[in-house]
């Protein structure tokens, strides 16, 4: 068997070592070896091309969107343990179009019946809108390439999609050829494919070229091959070719792939007639950053699937990658606009759920428990509203900063709802944020740390999250609702003349009868309070605010007001038809709390 040529590339080790030294442990380093048998994975040599001194992708930033290529529907698929039929395939096709996807590969149709029915019926009922290129995944066997043409006949548009793995490991193991051999059956099969395109001519052929086990593969090696398969397809400015690169394993760090992509990128020929595009699986759980920075180092184009669905920890998850750009001000080029339809597409399509935390689409993205989120997303969406108000536009034409959330739910479908719950983790920022989203009240700062106390409690007995209406029942039960007032305020009138207002009440107070009383103020208020002394209670008021609060019970009025009574401070709220008698009623339970 054929050796793959000496590698340079491969045999420097040019990584220093990072992390705390073993020999002199520090005081501060409490950790000891652990029993893993982590020599077991020990490597020698780098991946790393050592003339790549001089990369240039860390200097890289991303302004554009990469062309998106879409392999929910072949490698998603054939990760599934039910594999789509052919309705979960017809829904998640024509999610994918909706949503943007200019490059689908629609399946593996020579591997089963099931991919090629399904690809002859995009076909045969012109499913594939014009602009969009569907691309059918093949081996390099020629008996499967004859099937996968079948599959494509009558097409308009289609992309033959050639791979084979490529790496030392495979060669020996699976293939038992060597890299020589290996070269030769990819040459031949991408001939063939040349050949059978050939005699297609109803059909606009383009090709991908996939060295499976890229990152794997001796750099020099998959050089030799992916020049050889562009020259043999004769790439041109016109009629590129896409040469795809894969981590079908991710084994290494990401600045790693970002190494091999560029040294690719800088080195490939007919530079101007490849698509440079790269495949991240996400093994080590970094598939998205492989991305990025693969995009950095000069791909063009990402092949992956919505949410990550894919073998073993997936493929890389264009959700991520689109809205990682969307939140740095690049536009996407794909919809996402209502994520929880395409969410709920492709849960039915895959029978398998999108975890609550995954970026941008989990259920609980866009929520805070803690308190000190929730105060500062409180405070960042008031000021949102601030900003909007100042420059008199709508909230969503100023530009989006609230801390903890990266972007505005808003912009994928969400609801504000969500992103405050309340629990024992919250404080008062969460509390207030809660009822004033939910129920329109906005409580002064002094009555939120009580109410926020309060909630504590209840939130710490039961354990749970408490809802939206939990927390108002909360409100109410301190200030609006009490079983045996101390002070029942049961009508009055007010008339003013002047700078004076004067209130004839009807109160009970105490274990008392009904009482009228009579005072004069500068307000309502002022004038309850005087008239309250008449039963004896020397109320003060420190502070009284209120507002319009529209509910599913009409336009009504909230007050809230802190008193000093017997020398303590108490608040108290009322929520009522008209103002006076709202702020009335705020004195009044204000009282009733002190005497509870
Ligand atoms: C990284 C990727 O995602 S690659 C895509 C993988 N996707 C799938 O495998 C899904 C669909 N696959 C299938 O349905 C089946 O594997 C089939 C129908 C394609 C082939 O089935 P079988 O002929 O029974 O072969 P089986 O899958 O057991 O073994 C693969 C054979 O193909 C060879 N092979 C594997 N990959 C390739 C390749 N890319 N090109 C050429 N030959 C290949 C293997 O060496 C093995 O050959 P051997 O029989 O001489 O040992
Ligand atoms: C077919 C190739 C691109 C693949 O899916 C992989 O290597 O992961
Ligand atoms: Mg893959």
């Known amino acids: 068997m054929t050796e ?10 040019l990584r220093t070592p990072v992390g705390p030294r073993r020999d002199d442990q520090q005081w501060w ?35 554009r969107a990469p062309l998106w290529a879409s392999v929910d529907l072949r490698d998603g698929n054939q990760a599934l343990s039910s594999p789509m039929d052919i309705e979960r395939k017809s829904r998640m096709f024509d999610l994918l179009v909706s949503m943007g996807f200019k490059d689908i590969e629609v399946g593996y149709p020579s591997a089963s019946d099931a991919d090629f029915s399904f690809l002859r019926m995009l076909i045969e009922q012109d499913r594939i809108p014009d602009d969009v290129t569907i691309s059918v995944f093949t081996p390099a066997r020629p008996e499967l390439i004859d099937r996968t043409f079948e599959a494509i006949e009558g097409a308009d548009r289609a992309m033959v999609h050639l791979c084979n793995a490529t790496a030392c490991l495979w060669r020996e193991v699976v293939f038992g050829m060597s890299a020589d051999d290996v070269q030769r059956m990819a040459l031949r099969s991408a001939e063939h494919i040349a050949r059978r395109a050939e005699s297609a001519k109803r059909t606009e052929l383009r090709f991908e070229y996939s060295p499976e086990t890229f990152n794997v593969t001796e750099p020099e090696f998959v050089l030799r091959l992916s020049n ?6 004769d790439a041109s400015p016109d009629r590129p070719v896409t040469l795809n690169l894969p981590t079908t394993v991710e084994t290494d760090s990401p600045n790693v792939f970002a190494d091999q992509v560029e040294w690719m990128h800088r080195n490939l020929e007919r530079r101007d007639a490849v698509i440079l595009s790269v495949h991240p699986h996400n093994d080590r759980g970094t598939a ?18 919505l949410f990550g669905n894919g073998e073993r920890t997936g493929n890389v998850c264009l959700a991520t990658l689109a809205l990682n750009l969307f939140s740095q001000g690049i536009d996407p080029q794909l919809d996402f606009s209502d994520i929880d339809r395409i969410r709920r597409t492709v849960e039915f399509a895959n029978q398998l ?21 929730q ?36 912009d994928v479908g969400r609801t504000y709802e969500s992103v405050v719950r309340v ?16 129920y329109g009240l906005d409580l002064p700062r002094g009555m939120r740390v009580e109410l926020a106390r309060q909630v504590q409690q209840v939130a710490d007995g039961d354990g749970v999250e408490l809802t939206s209406r939990e927390l108002r029942a909360v409100f109410a039960e ?37 009482k009228r009383l009579a005072g004069s103020g500068a307000d309502a208020a002022g004038a309850y309070v005087d008239a309250l002394a008449g039963t004896g209670l020397a109320v003060e008021i420190a502070e009284i605010t209120g507002h319009v609060v529209s509910d599913s019970l009409g336009t009504r009025y909230a007050a809230y007001a802190q008193i000093g009574l017997d020398g303590a401070t108490r608040y108290g709220a009322a929520i009522a038809g008209d103002e006076a008698s709202a702020r009335l009623g705020a004195v009044t339970s204000a009282v009733n709390r002190a005497h509870a």
């Open 353 to 373: 759920p999108v975890h609550p935390r995954h970026p941008y689409a989990g259920d609980l993205v866009y929520t805070a428990f803690s308190g000190t989120h």
């Open 478 to 514: 301190m200030y609006l609702d009490f079983a045996r007032p101390a002070l029942l305020l049961k009508e009055f009138q007010l008339t003013s003349e002047g700078d004076t207002t004067d209130i004839d009440a009807l109160v009970v107070h105490g274990e008392g009868r009904e």
């Open 375 to 410: 105060d500062a997303i409180a405070k960042g969406l008031a000021a949102i509203e601030r900003r909007a108000a100042e420059a008199g536009t709508a909230t969503t034409e100023v530009p989006w900063d609230v801390p903890y959330l990266p972007i505005d739910p808003k």
């Open 29 to 63: 380093n409490a950790q000891r070896g652990s029993a893993m048998p982590f020599q077991r994975y020990e490597r020698s040599g780098s991946r790393l091309p050592h003339e790549l001194t001089d990369r240039t992708w860390p200097m890289k930033s991303l302004v």
């Open 288 to 305: 998205v950053a492989s991305a990025e920075l693969a995009v950095m180092a000069g791909a063009d184009r990402v092949e992956g699937t």
């Open 423 to 438: 629990n024992s983790q919250s404080g008062k920022g969460g509390v207030a944020h809660v009822l004033k989203s939910a």
């Open 4 to 13: 793959a040529p000496p590698s340079p590339l491969v045999t420097s080790r």
């Open 228 to 233: 050889a398969i562009t020259s043999l397809w």
